[in-house]
């Protein structure tokens, strides 16, 4: 679930981006019928990922789970923001 106050805005989403691009895998965030790259920022902001939000966060490759714990870890981190 997405806590933060301004749920996946500009700044949140670059977060985001920048821990998925240290990844191989291919990492995915879905929400409802939803499902975008994990690595695009415009994708991010497509989700439209308000705070409350339940998203699922998923990843296919050789560090696929290290990448989960990573995108997963900054989402409950609240993108490392202070409030």
Do not use: C, P, W, Y
């Not at 699922?56 to 990448?67: L, N, Q, R, T, Y």
């Amino acid at each position: 679930m997405i806590t933060n106050l301004l749920g996946m805005h500009l700044r949140a989403a670059a977060e985001l981006v920048k821990t998925a691009s240290q990844f191989e895998s291919e990492i995915r965030l879905s929400r409802d019928d939803i499902v975008v790259d994990a690595k695009s920022i415009m994708a991010l902001l497509g989700l439209e990922g308000a705070q409350g939000v339940e998203v699922a966060v998923s990843a296919d490759g050789k560090d696929e789970e290290d990448a989960l714990r990573a995108v997963v870890g900054l989402i409950e981190a609240k993108f490392n923001e202070d409030e």
